[in-house]
């Protein structure tokens, strides 16, 4: 076996405009100043962002800092909008955003205020949209909290009135059907993470649930929104709110009427993961707020990975196990699924599933496949493409998408992120994986039918690790030839002793088990500690693991990915394996060892530091690097189709496991994959 490292290229910049300095960050309204970075300033370019990528409205149509008088005194608008195509005056002004900076509040939960307890920072601005006859629309926002507003013209006065949300680019409200074919929209990523944030934080911080507690409410309204989309037509929806419904009594309760018996049918619909006696105990309020966040949003048309980073973010802070389980970064499960590249008619297992991520990132591999090979753009498909190509989705991950893990409630929560992927019937087992095909769990049964060892054909995982939670129970460890107490021979090689170790770390049973779940020829990606990888006790792990497969590649990750993320302090590898056939393990035994070349690579930069800033590629001189991107972006709400086009420049991450999956490619091209 001869190894094979891959330098990862620096990026060359041969322009004097193509790099802004440090402390600053691109506006993205203009497109082209560059900005000093400040609390305030995230809040209002997350912002605009949204008004473009959410609401359709037009960067041409925006304006930051724009001056009016008011009162007499000079004021700046932190952002104004005008009317389409107009000039910016204040005679076509029609919509202001007050941004003030998101509070810092550590590891709490943030208390959203309703509009009364919010009345002393909404006087400025309905101060504003008092004296700009033509402003209709206001928003004031600190990035968690948002407070609507739109002006009601009198005889006498101006009334401001609360909704939930604006109308899209162009639209008033007395456009918008207020029933539940209501128009939702594709929902921006970071805007998608913010509503995921403020409905976590409205039950625990306003309604007094613990955390834990809160969580599950809020899933029990993502399963009734999800069900809500698949199930019912968009004439027949029961997941909606009015503009204004959420903040009268009578409209908090005709939504409650319309939640309570769409969550009784997700819970006979899902009947194995809910008993039943669940309940909905929010109040009218807490749903009411709840549902109005949540209802804007298509999420069927919404990103797989966007979903996924929104719920991955509320999930690990309530799920986190005390069992060595924890969350493996969304970089390094997008590099193991490029490099494994699975294809719609292998199956995929992953025995330690956790919450589903490596599962939903094969869903989001595979949705890209096949609206490549049906040529539908993203964005451009009809509806009837459209569903097509999620009802090609739906069929893989029921029949090819297999998930295992030994915690009950991170099955459930794996179910919910599979639902959100585009698919309710993921084939998920409540078992304990190195026990298997041995144990008592109650989805022991249902895995020996459907998942037998020797029937998968590509697994990924991130297997419990840690010395501190090992397996010390006989009848277990007597299933595993790893679990033995080996010796080195004459030759090199290792031999079993006939003993069996008191303990053995859980990670170790892990890479058996999952060899022993692959057919021949089966390909798996694992996370694995370095410490077996490098460590002299280790070293007949790595004789047994070159014995039975053949080592595809080898890529090592820095400790920023695991600290970040998962709170893990820990120096892992990502080990890429194909499984022998008995044959070659036969015929290697008798002739001695083939030589063929792996891939090894080493991640030095994974797009963010210990403390989880942003990273961005540089220049020599420490500046960050900027590039000018130019597309047409689609806008979709409901089923109207905006056209968008954009000209931004922006930072380049620097995170090399994009690059990796690149180099991999390539790799293989030259070198074929070995064995047959």
């Known amino acids: 076996m001869k190894s094979k490292q891959l330098p990862i290229p620096d990026l060359e910049v041969d322009t004097e405009d193509s790099t802004i300095s440090d402390g600053y960050i691109l506006d993205f309204i203009s497109g082209e100043k560059s900005l000093k970075d400040t609390p305030k300033e995230q809040v209002r370019q997350r912002i605009a962002r949204a008004l473009f990528h959410e609401y359709g409205i037009s960067v041409e149509d925006m304006a930051a800092d724009f001056p009016v008088s008011i ?15 107009q000039e910016h005056t204040v005679q076509h002004l029609s919509r202001v955003v007050v941004c003030r900076q998101e509070p810092k509040v550590g590891r709490n939960a943030v208390r959203i205020r309703d509009y009364d307890q919010a009345a002393k920072d909404l006087e400025e601005l309905e101060t504003i949209m008092e004296h700009i006859d033509s402003c209709k629309y206001g928003l004031w926002t600190n990035g968690l909290e948002f407070f609507y507003l739109e002006k009601q013209k009198t005889r006498f006065e101006d009334k401001f009135e609360p909704i939930g949300d604006w109308p899209p680019a162009d639209e008033s409200l007395e456009t918008q059907q207020v029933v539940s074919t ?19 934080n409205f039950i625990h911080g306003n309604e007094g649930m613990p955390k834990d507690a809160a969580f599950w409410q809020f899933l029990y309204l993502i399963f009734c929104k999800m069900h809500d989309e698949q199930k019912s037509p968009r004439g027949q929806r029961r997941f909606w709110a009015g503009p204004k419904e959420q903040f009268d009594t009578e409209g908090r309760k005709e939504i409650r009427k319309r939640l309570i018996p769409l969550f009784e049918d997700v819970k006979q619909n899902y009947s194995n993961l809910f008993r039943g006696n669940e309940e909905i105990t929010l109040s009218d309020r807490a749903l009411a707020f709840m549902v109005s966040e949540l209802a804007k949003y298509d999420f069927t048309r919404t990103d797989v990975d966007a979903k996924g980073g929104a719920y991955q973010e509320i999930v690990g802070a309530n799920l986190r196990g005390d069992r060595g389980q924890y969350f493996t970064p969304r970089g390094i499960i997008k590099l193991a699924v490029e490099m494994l590249d699975p294809k719609d008619n292998e199956r995929i297992l992953d025995p330690a599933c956790g919450t589903g991520g490596f599962l939903v990132a094969v869903l989001a591999h595979m949705v890209k496949k096949f609206r490549e090979e049906a040529n539908v753009p993203v964005g451009f498909e009809t509806t009837e493409e459209f569903l097509s190509v999620n009802e090609r989705l739906r069929q893989f991950a029921e029949k090819q998408v297999f998930g295992a893990d030994f915690d009950p409630f991170l099955i459930k929560a794996c179910q919910m992120n599979m639902v959100m992927a585009g698919d309710g019937r993921g084939h998920l087992y409540h078992i304990n994986s190195v026990e298997f095909p041995n144990g008592h769990l109650d989805g022991l049964e249902p895995a020996k039918r459907e998942i037998p060892l020797e029937s998968i054909d ?22 595993f030839e790893l679990a033995s107490v080996w010796e080195r021979t004459e030759d090199g090689s290792f031999r079993r002793t006939g003993r069996f170790q008191g303990s053995v770390a859980p990670e170790v049973l892990f890479i058996e088990r999952c060899l022993n779940w692959l057919k021949p020829g089966g390909r798996m990606g694992i996370v694995l500690p370095d410490g077996i990888l490098g460590n002299p006790g280790t070293e007949y792990i790595r004789w047994w693991i070159l ?48 030589e063929y070349p792996v891939f090894m690579a080493v991640a030095e930069k994974v797009g963010f530091d210990r403390r989880g800033n942003t990273l961005y590629k540089r220049t020599p001189d420490g500046e960050e690097i900027v590039v000018v991107k130019e597309k047409i972006e689609i806008i979709r709400i409901g089923e109207r189709i905006i056209e968008r086009p954009l000209k931004r420049k922006e930072k380049i991450l620097d995170d090399d496991l994009p690059v990796i999956a690149e180099k991999y490619r390539e790799f293989r091209q030259q070198y074929p994959t070995p064995g047959t």
């Open 458 to 479: 590509v697994l990924l995982t991130n297997p419990p690790f840690g010395s501190d939670i090992p397996i010390t129970d006989q009848n277990i460890l007597k299933q």
């Open 547 to 594: 014995r039975h497969s053949w080592v595809l590649a080898s890529v090592d990750i820095p400790v920023e990915a695991f600290i970040v993320e998962a709170n893990v302090n820990i120096l892992t590898s990502l080990l890429f394996l194909k499984k022998k056939t008995k044959e070659e393990i036969r015929a290697e035994d008798l002739g001695g060892k083939i």
């Open 71 to 85: 009162n007499g005194k000079r004021k700046k608008l932190d952002i104004a909008i005008f009317h389409h195509d």
């Open 182 to 200: 209501t128009r939702t929209r594709k929902a921006d990523p970071e805007m998608l993470r913010v509503a995921f944030r403020r409905c976590h």
